[in-house]
């Protein structure tokens, strides 16, 4: 999403691709990485670690507007963890929201067939019948800052304009290059303040909790249309997105420069679930990366699967992650993904595993082991969060289910 994701994956010098290979498929194609699927799956997913939350936005108006953050660090552990905080989701376009939902589960686990587990939905929206539980949208439509960029305002029916109150999307509302909208859920935060439920957050923006839950799941189902009315110099042209975000950062804020200004940079969490990442060799090429700590110093670059899914540019795409209880996150992309109160985890697996052998020939399994990453903490900037990154010596597996289409 917002930083400079140039093309630095797994050639990425801090990691060692093929330490632990699976067994891979008799005739595997172990050259390439970068495969078509429609599942991308990170395992050994979630650590132990830190990061700083924002203690004051100082004079955001001004141009010496300043951000301080909070020296005391703010530790996570567990399964999905820094994920498993409330998240908000975001979107670019060029790109048509038909429905949402989030879920939340005691135990899910990816693969796990013989559970009776099931996903409660907390959040819904559909386009078509103008349903909206639980669901608050918002945009940087507000005031400009030199440090903190355009305030979040409740989002209009087209996405993109200012609202005074909460509304919900219209059937039609299309976003195009570059245009963002996200959904957070409808609980308001209280106010702003170190220690209270959301934090420090931006003056006078419309605060909402993130959807929360260790154990999560969101799905979609959208359209993600060829650009044909932004004008070419835009940014982002033409790279469509869905990511989540620790929804610490967009109160706070979410594109800025100063690394002060939102819990960002020390590792609080962001997930891109399905984002073009390169609009002009890979325009139709679906992404899946997370930053923050785990296993890298380098959170701007993060960590991708090492295969991507289509973008299909004239069609309605259906498709979620899910954080499981085991250190499992997959994305997926099917047309039998779901949207219902109640969801069985056995039919989830149903879709993952549908979605990893549909289109199958061979399925391979490549691991990208990282070694020590404390000591890459320093490239970026070791006095800000070179302490949390020492918490994370530790090892993370991407693995991908590589499908070769035949
Ligand atoms: C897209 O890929 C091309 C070819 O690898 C590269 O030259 C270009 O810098 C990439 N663009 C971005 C934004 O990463
Ligand atoms: C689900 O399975 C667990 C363990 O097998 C069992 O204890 C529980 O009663 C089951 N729940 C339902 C709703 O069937
Ligand atoms: C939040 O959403 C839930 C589910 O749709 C609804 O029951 C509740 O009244 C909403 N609360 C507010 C404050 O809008
Ligand atoms: C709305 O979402 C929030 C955040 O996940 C959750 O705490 C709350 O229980 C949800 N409300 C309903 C009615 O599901
Ligand atoms: C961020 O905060 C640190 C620690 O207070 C400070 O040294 C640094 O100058 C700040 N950076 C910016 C860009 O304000």
């Known amino acids: 999403m917002k930083q400079l994701l140039c093309g630095l994956i797994l050639a990425n010098v801090y990691l060692v691709v093929g330490a632990s290979l699976a067994p ?25 670690g830190y990061y700083h939350l924002v203690k004051s936005l100082n004079h955001p108006s001004s141009k010496s507007c300043t951000c301080e953050l909070d020296q005391a660090p703010s530790p996570f552990a567990g399964y999905t963890a820094p994920l498993d905080e409330p998240l908000s989701v975001h ?26 587990d099931t996903w409660s939905r907390m959040a819904f929206y559909d386009a078509s019948s103008q349903s909206a539980e639980n669901v608050t949208f918002l945009t940087a439509a507000g005031a400009d800052s030199p440090c903190l960029g355009k305030a979040l305002t409740y989002a209009a029916a087209d996405g993109i304009s200012k609202a005074k109150k909460r509304t919900k999307l219209r059937k039609d509302a299309k976003l195009i290059s570059n245009q963002e ?14 220690g209270n439920d959301c934090g420090v957050y ?76 390169n609009g002009s060799t890979e325009v139709n090429n679906l992404y899946a990366t997370i930053h923050d700590y785990q296993g890298t110093g380098e959170i701007e670059t993060g960590l991708q699967v090492p295969g991507y899914i ?53 399925l391979l399994s490549v691991s990208a082991t990282v070694s020590k990453a404390g000591s890459l903490a320093k490239k970026n900037n070791g006095a800000l969060f070179s302490a949390a990154s020492l918490t994370n010596q ?6 991908s289910v590589l499908a070769w289409i035949l």
């Open 202 to 277: 931006r003056k006078g923006i419309p605060a909402y909790h993130g959807f929360s839950g260790a154990v999560k799941m969101f799905t979609f189902e959208f359209t993600m249309p060829t650009e044909t009315s932004a004008p070419k110099s835009v940014a982002n042209y033409d790279m469509p997105a869905i990511w989540l975000l620790n929804a610490h950062i967009p109160r706070t804020s979410q594109y800025s420069k100063n690394p002060n200004c939102s819990c960002w940079r020390s590792g609080c969490g962001e997930f891109d679930i399905f984002e073009v990442k």
């Open 181 to 194: 909208f996200s959904i957070f859920s409808n609980v308001s935060c209280k106010s702003s303040r170190l």
């Open 91 to 116: 979107f670019r376009g060029p790109m048509t929201l038909n429905k949402f939902a989030a879920y939340t589960s005691h135990n899910f686990v990816v693969g796990q067939t013989s559970s009776n």
């Open 310 to 362: 289509a973008r299909d540019t004239s069609g309605t795409m259906r498709g979620g992650v899910a954080f499981d209880s085991k250190g499992k996150a997959v994305v997926w992309m099917s047309l039998s993904t779901a949207f219902d109160p109640k969801i069985l985890a056995s039919d989830v697996n149903k879709w993952i595993s549908l979605a990893g052998s549909g289109q199958t020939k061979q």
């Open 394 to 399: 530790i090892m993370v597996t991407v693995a």
């Open 24 to 48: 891979p498929a008799s005739s595997s194609p172990s050259s390439s990485l970068q495969s078509k699927v429609s599942l991308l799956e990170f395992s050994n997913f979630g650590f132990t």
